[in-house]
């Protein structure tokens, strides 16, 4: 059996001694793995990058079968944000992300058209932390765990949210929150309109969806957020406490 497509690498690791197994994120299949021979060479391991894109050719003799992978460069991108070690962060975090919570082998589109809008937007777009804290939220919609912020859960209100349910992921107005905002999430007011947002409104953003990711996601599964996911969040705690400082 054989197909091709376009993906971008989200995982690699070591196997036997000169191979490498890698998952890709791909446009037709889904989150796919597959052996890469001689994949630990240093010209294919510069392909091979979290956040690259590439063209591929998937081989084996049955469908099930783990297969293997030929891959042909497309578009670096993990190499244009060695120095910026943010940037860099937050591709390692999605890529981690699409490695741990999506199913292997099941076609996703509008995760690989999310996602890679988002390396697009690390690529060249200064309000990146923004767009990263919305891509968290089109995975778990896709994973199923989609969250309403359109309107508020209790009075139906689609002004002054400012708060969201921890449980129903329905945002939920400052007037009823209020008196159980110890027991809400905080909701950025950039996740409702277009205007920026400082580093303390991405870590709330982070936050919120690591609410869900872990609640929904990995603790059903008795597993933890992605290394890499906790990092970029550290690293945005960090910057919000520089911020605020500085104010």
């Known amino acids: ?49 979290p956040g690259n894109e590439v063209a591929a050719v998937w081989r084996g003799r049955l469908s099930e079968h783990l297969g293997t992978i030929v891959c042909e460069l497309v578009r670096s991108h993990a190499a244009g944000m060695l120095d910026d070690p943010d940037r860099l962060a937050a591709l390692m975090a999605a890529a981690a992300l699409v490695t741990a919570a999506l199913p292997e082998r099941e076609p996703s589109p509008d ?8 390396v697009l937007a690390l690529d060249s777009a200064a309000d990146w932390p923004a767009r990263y804290v919305r891509w968290e939220l089109d995975l778990l919609a896709a994973l199923g765990f989609g969250l309403d912020l359109s309107r508020g859960a209790v009075s139906g209100s689609t002004t002054d949210l400012a708060y969201v349910s921890p449980r129903t992921g329905h945002a939920v107005s400052r007037a009823a929150g209020l008196p159980y905002h110890d027991k809400l999430l905080v909701l950025p007011n950039f996740l409702l309109h277009a205007e920026p947002a400082d580093p303390r ?12 990711l872990v609640h929904h996601v990995f603790r059903p599964q008795s597993r933890t957020l992605p290394a890499a996911r906790a990092r970029l969040a550290e690293r945005m705690r960090r910057a919000a406490m520089v911020a605020t400082m500085h104010d």
């Open 201 to 212: 409104q991405i870590t709330l953003g982070l936050a919120l969806t690591e609410h869900f």
């Open 1 to 49: 059996m054989e197909w091709r497509d376009i993906g971008f690498v989200v995982a690699v690791r070591r196997h036997g001694e000169g191979g490498v197994i890698v998952e890709l994120l791909t446009r037709e299949h889904g989150r796919h793995a597959g052996l890469v021979r001689g994949g630990q060479s240093p010209k294919t391991r510069a392909v091979l990058q």
């Open 111 to 118: 995760v690989f058209a999310s996602f890679s809008g988002l």
